[in-house]
């Protein structure tokens, strides 16, 4: 067993905030947290933080690999390393709407790095082919397409981690959804014009996300709630949030903090492959994307992703969404672990789960990152 003992800071466990912990590891998982006793071989935190590894269930790119260019083992390493420096853990690479090709080679690819043990990766987002073209965000809408028998047949197949999918739920027969949902597949909604209905309808049948809240969907209005509304009337589905100052201002974050129940809420970043990269600015199907002052633009102005890493995302939540840090830490550990159904192994500092933790400095800047072998 290993002995980590931290001083002299904060230690968000599932108990609560202790102000120094020592945490017992035996193999790759928390054997116990308890008091620190005596004063030899500890970390001095000097006012920091430890809180449990960030998941990230949406993350295009990282470290100068944008995942639809680059669907193979040593690629998707690249991108893990890349956002593990800012305290991700687990992550869901995230391909942004291809052919069925792709898509069939994407999940192939994600069970070959899981094979390989690549640490972090838990599974894969496809966000797209089936979303709504007046809503198409970044996303081409040449490569936009309705489900067939043979594109659920891929995403349907035994994987070796999660499988994600973001549709707009307009574009899906509730039926169609249902039997997704029953395979196994987190299904999402986003890039979409749904009614409150259609979402409602949805929501029945199972499907459990939304993706980017706010984002690639029309406002609410006094008499149509849309997608946006019926997410904020509705409990059950969980809803990620850019915090990166240019997706969501930060009310309307503030609102569905007090509309939404709070373990449904989880931060993502929607991650770029600028994120930990030298030469930020990339190119996605064929389009220069100028990243400049944190922001992901194409040339017309629209958002093109993010260049948003976890560790700045948790840090934006405490002074926008005014929470307290380990709030923000459950939204980006907690939160999404649960909608991945993967609470049981992850997600909390707690005995039994996973030895995966970040450390923070007082700033909230992450400087060590574990990731249990």
Not at 16 to 37: F, H, K, N, T
Request: aromatic share 4%; glycine share 10%.
């Amino acid at each position: 067993m290993t002995r980590f003992r931290f001083v002299n800071g904060h230690v968000a466990t599932s108990g609560g905030v202790l102000p120094g912990a020592e945490i017992v590891v035996d193999g790759d998982r928390i054997a116990s947290i308890g008091a620190v006793e005596g004063s030899a071989d500890t970390i001095d935190l000097n006012g920091g933080w430890v809180v449990p590894g960030y998941i990230d269930t949406q993350v295009n790119g990282g470290g100068g690999v944008l995942f639809n260019d680059r669907l193979d083992v040593e690629g998707i390493a690249t991108m893990a390393a890349a956002h593990a420096a800012y305290g991700t853990t687990a992550m869901l690479p995230t391909l942004v709407s291809e052919t069925p090709d792709k898509i069939a080679r994407a999940l192939d690819a994600i069970d070959e790095a899981i094979e390989a043990k690549v640490p972090g990766i838990v599974g894969i987002h496809v966000e797209g082919p089936v979303l709504n073209p007046a809503r198409k965000g970044i996303h081409d809408p040449t490569r936009f397409r309705d489900l067939d028998e043979e594109m659920i047949a891929v995403l349907t197949r035994p994987r070796k981690g999660k499988v994600m999918l973001t549709v707009a739920p307009e574009r899906v027969p509730v039926a169609t959804i249902k039997r997704l949902v029953d395979a196994g597949v987190l299904v999402s909604a986003g890039h979409s014009e749904a009614s409150y209905e259609q979402a409602m309808a949805a929501f029945d049948v199972g499907l459990i996300g939304i993706t980017h809240l706010y984002n690639a969907m029309p406002a609410m209005q006094q008499r149509v709630p849309g997608l946006a509304g019926a997410t904020l009337d509705d409990p059950r589905p969980y809803s990620g949030l850019i915090i990166d100052g240019f997706h969501v201002s930060a009310p309307m974050l503030r609102l569905a903090l007090k509309a939404r129940p709070f373990d449904k809420l989880m931060l993502v970043t929607d991650a770029m492959s600028s994120v930990g990269a030298v030469e930020k600015d990339f190119v996605l199907h064929g389009r220069h994307i100028d990243v400049s002052g944190g922001k992901c633009t194409y040339a017309d102005g629209t958002l093109a992703g993010s260049d948003l890493d976890m560790g700045s995302a948790v840090a934006n939540a405490v002074e926008q969404l005014r929470i307290t840090v380990d709030q923000a830490a459950a939204m980006a550990a907690t939160h999404p672990a649960a909608f991945l159904g993967l609470a049981h192994e992850r997600g909390a500092l707690v005995a039994g789960l996973r030895a995966d933790w970040v450390v923070l400095d007082a700033r909230l800047k992450p400087v060590d990152t574990r990731i249990a072998a």
